[in-house]
């Protein structure tokens, strides 16, 4: 007779466990945290946003190389001849041939237990507010950056600098189809650690440096 008492006692509070549940999903419930408006502007926009970024770029240890459009392949080819990195990870086709005819050695993919020394990335819009860069599938087939290098070079254009995340979600959509959501991860680079006047690099904790083409 305790046994069965039991039982029932057990059989009773699970019912009313599900009458609570039920009950739960059958009311509507308060939003404690209601959308985001990105219609609404926090921050007064910086009357110029290519100079407010670079300022903030370096602040943060990001060494910066400007180009003329006309300049670019003789930056770059500089950049990474003076380096020269034993292993170079190439993430554009359209730079292959370059540095083929320049004779810098480099690989299409690694494996993402062996990093490279360095990588090339390129970023799809940069934002001055927080100095952040926007990386889309459709320039890299790596799901982050991280990890992939001790230096990475990020080539961007200043055209594609903006003021805030709101105006670079409308970046977005107007190329990717009113997708908003086609990018692979924001990064905002952060001060390396210096141990005996010697920056600290690593795959995870890289340096970055921005090949900005004006």
């Known amino acids: 007779m305790e046994t069965l008492s039991t039982e029932s006692n057990l059989t009773t509070s699970k019912e009313s466990i599900r009458k609570d549940i039920r009950h739960a999903l059958s009311t509507k419930g308060v939003n404690r945290y209601p959308d985001p408006d990105l219609s609404d502007d926090f921050i007064k926009p910086s009357e110029d946003l290519i100079r407010d970024f670079i300022v903030k770029f370096r602040a943060l240890g990001g060494k910066y190389v400007p180009c003329a459009k006309d300049q670019f392949a003789i930056r770059l080819v500089k950049l990474l001849q003076g380096q020269n990195y034993p292993v170079l990870l190439n993430t554009k086709p359209q730079l292959s041939a370059l540095l083929q005819n320049n004779n810098i050695s480099f690989v299409n993919a690694i494996d993402v237990n062996t990093p490279a020394d360095a990588a090339i990335v390129y970023s799809d819009a940069l934002i001055t507010t927080t100095c952040s860069f926007i990386f889309s599938p459709h320039n890299s087939l790596y799901p982050s950056i991280k990890g992939l290098a001790s230096d990475i070079i ?45 920056e600290i690099r690593t795959p995870l904790t890289p340096r970055y440096i921005l090949m900005l083409v004006m």
């Open 154 to 198: 990020i080539i961007a254009f200043a055209k594609d600098i903006v003021p805030d995340f709101k105006t670079a979600l409308e970046i977005q959509q107007e190329r990717n189809a009113g997708n908003l959501y086609d990018m692979n991860e924001i990064i905002s680079p952060t001060p390396l650690t210096i141990r005996d006047n010697q």
